[in-house]
């Protein structure tokens, strides 16, 4: 359980790594903030957001797989495998879905141990995968009619007050989305380390997260943010468009508002969906053109294959574990594997030279 | 029934998104439309016209505020 508790956190770090970095970048690219203040103001809100909801965590918890087939086991293959495919997005500068890749690993890893059976497939299609088709859409949609709205506006109006009023709108609505994020993301965490210890029966079937798995997994997650994700950064905000500020606010602002709605009802979405959603909704609403679609692309691409590529990680995963028995042995042969091909990734990527920062 | 309960909290997710993003950088903007209108008019020497933008401004930015307020304890609620 130590190990699986451990590798649920260190997903929680490459979680906030690889996708809390989206949360700033808009506010970076349009200059509503420095950098390293607005990964601050970002790594405390996704703190504190981890505390006000445990919505999403139930459904996690409690409605994609069935708990009485699960060990700790099949749990720690499915954060292997989320883990792996978050690396492996991060390696290559796409933002993927940390939340897609979570539940991916862990159906993938179920599937393997226990059949197709062990999938709750109204939970996983009705709270996973409809809202995660819907929520990029939406996004875009709300992006694209606010900015709409703000430009007709504000439209004629001098440049340099709209300009700075909607830059310190960036700072409330960076923060709602860093606070949205923290709420919606850190609770799958919660819900896999519930999960886990429902498995090995330290916790009865319907338990709620105990605090110390809260406040582990905002921890973590704020860690994970205020480290990483450049790479991601320079991809969101400023290659899928050139953005100006009120389109900074109205994208922050439609993602915000559709995670929290979707937090309320426990929908586990992805912010990397969502903002990236938001973005191209608020470019397209100034000029379809305005968007680099290419690059879009690449990203829907990257969305489509995470559930997928991190069901086939975490099923490869729960097959080499099992090798070595239904012991410790596996996990931790498995880990210190994992632990020097991430290391050697690193060395890998140190000797290239640093990640590109956000222009 | 999950199912059909699942479909009414999507919908209620999506209406809920479309009101607060749209209605809040449309409030948001009004705000900063006043306050970007209410320096012109003062500049060109209209006291009169430039508060009336300046209140509509501030009333603006308090329905934002409370309208992101209100959105959070909502979402905290349950």
């Given at each position: 359980?130590?190990?699986?508790?451990?590798?649920?956190?260190?997903?929680?770090?490459?979680?906030?790594?690889?996708?809390?970095?989206?949360?700033?970048?808009?506010?970076?690219?349009?200059?509503?903030?420095?950098?390293?203040?607005?990964?601050?103001?970002?790594?405390?809100?996704?703190?504190?957001?981890?505390?006000?909801?445990?919505?999403?965590?139930?459904?996690?918890?409690?409605?994609?797989?069935?708990?009485?087939?699960?060990?700790?086991?099949?749990?720690?293959?499915?954060?292997?495998?989320?883990?792996?495919?978050?690396?492996?997005?991060?390696?290559?500068?796409?933002?993927?879905?940390?939340?897609?890749?979570?539940?991916?690993?862990?159906?993938?890893?179920?599937?393997?141990?226990?059949?197709?059976?062990?999938?709750?497939?109204?939970?996983?299609?009705?709270?996973?995968?409809?809202?995660?088709?819907?929520?990029?859409?939406?996004?875009?949609?709300?992006?694209?009619?606010?900015?709409?709205?703000?430009?007709?506006?504000?439209?004629?109006?001098?440049?340099?007050?709209?300009?700075?009023?909607?830059?310190?709108?960036?700072?409330?609505?960076?923060?709602?989305?860093?606070?949205?994020?923290?709420?919606?993301?850190?609770?799958?965490?919660?819900?896999?380390?519930?999960?886990?210890?429902?498995?090995n029966g330290t916790l009865s079937a319907n338990a709620d997260p105990p605090v110390w798995v809260i406040v582990s997994a905002a921890t973590a997650i704020a860690l994970g943010t205020y480290i990483g994700g450049w790479r991601i950064i320079r991809t969101t905000g400023s290659r899928i468009i050139k953005m100006d500020a009120a389109q900074g606010f109205s994208a922050q602002g439609a993602?915000?508002?559709?995670?929290?709605?979707?937090?309320?009802?426990?929908?586990?979405?992805?912010?990397?969906?969502?903002?990236?959603?938001?973005?191209?909704?608020?470019?397209?609403?100034?000029?379809?053109?305005?968007?680099?679609?290419?690059?879009?692309?690449?990203?829907?691409?990257?969305?489509?294959?995470?559930?997928?590529?991190?069901?086939?990680?975490?099923?490869?995963?729960?097959?080499?574990?099992?090798?070595?028995?239904?012991?410790?042995?596996?996990?931790?042969?498995?880990?210190?594997?994992?632990?020097?091909?991430?290391?050697?990734?690193?060395?890998?990527?140190?000797?290239?030279?640093?990640?590109?920062?956000?222009? | 029934?999950?199912?059909?309960?699942?479909?009414?909290?999507?919908?209620?997710?999506?209406?809920?998104?479309?009101?607060?993003?749209?209605?809040?950088?449309?409030?948001?903007?009004?705000?900063?439309?006043?306050?970007?209108?209410?320096?012109?008019?003062?500049?060109?020497?209209?006291?009169?016209?430039?508060?009336?933008?300046?209140?509509?401004?501030?009333?603006?930015?308090?329905?934002?505020?409370?309208?992101?307020?209100?959105?959070?304890?909502?979402?905290?609620?349950?």
């Amino acid at each position: 359980m130590v190990i699986v508790v451990g590798t649920a956190l260190a997903f929680d770090f490459t979680n906030g790594f690889h996708d809390t970095a989206n949360v700033v970048a808009t506010s970076i690219s349009t200059g509503a903030a420095r950098p390293q203040v607005a990964i601050g103001i970002a790594s405390l809100l996704n703190f504190v957001g981890a505390f006000i909801s445990i919505s999403v965590a139930a459904t996690v918890a409690k409605d994609v797989v069935d708990a009485s087939v699960i060990t700790p086991t099949i749990v720690f293959a499915g954060l292997v495998g989320a883990i792996a495919w978050n690396l492996i997005t991060w390696w290559f500068g796409l933002p993927s879905s940390s939340s897609h890749a979570l539940i991916g690993g862990v159906v993938g890893s179920a599937v393997a141990a226990a059949g197709l059976d062990a999938v709750l497939a109204e939970g996983l299609v009705g709270k996973v995968l409809i809202p995660a088709v819907i929520a990029p859409l939406l996004a875009f949609l709300v992006a694209g009619l606010g900015i709409g709205f703000a430009y007709w506006i504000v439209g004629r109006q001098r440049p340099g007050p709209v300009t700075r009023g909607f830059r310190y709108g960036q700072v409330v609505s960076g923060g709602l989305l860093a606070l949205a994020h923290g709420t919606n993301d850190a609770q799958k965490t919660m819900g896999v380390i519930t999960l886990a210890l429902i498995a090995n029966g330290t916790l009865s079937a319907n338990a709620d997260p105990p605090v110390w798995v809260i406040v582990s997994a905002a921890t973590a997650i704020a860690l994970g943010t205020y480290i990483g994700g450049w790479r991601i950064i320079r991809t969101t905000g400023s290659r899928i468009i050139k953005m100006d500020a009120a389109q900074g606010f109205s994208a922050q602002g439609a993602g915000a508002a559709v995670i929290l709605a979707s937090t309320h009802f426990g929908f586990p979405l992805s912010t990397t969906h969502v903002i990236n959603g938001g973005v191209m909704g608020a470019g397209a609403g100034k000029r379809v053109s305005a968007v680099r679609w290419g690059v879009a692309g690449n990203i829907v691409a990257a969305w489509l294959l995470t559930l997928p590529a991190a069901a086939a990680i975490g099923a490869a995963v729960y097959g080499v574990t099992r090798i070595f028995g239904t012991g410790a042995l596996g996990p931790v042969l498995v880990t210190l594997m994992a632990l020097g091909l991430i290391a050697a990734a690193f060395a890998r990527r140190s000797q290239q030279g640093a990640p590109v920062p956000a222009g | 029934m999950a199912t059909i309960v699942e479909s009414k909290e999507l919908v209620e997710t999506v209406i809920a998104s479309l009101v607060a993003g749209v209605g809040i950088t449309a409030v948001f903007s009004v705000a900063i439309w006043g306050g970007a209108r209410f320096a012109d008019l003062s500049r060109d020497g209209r006291p009169l016209a430039a508060g009336a933008v300046a209140a509509l401004g501030a009333l603006a930015l308090a329905t934002t505020v409370v309208a992101v307020v209100f959105g959070i304890v909502v979402m905290t609620s349950k």
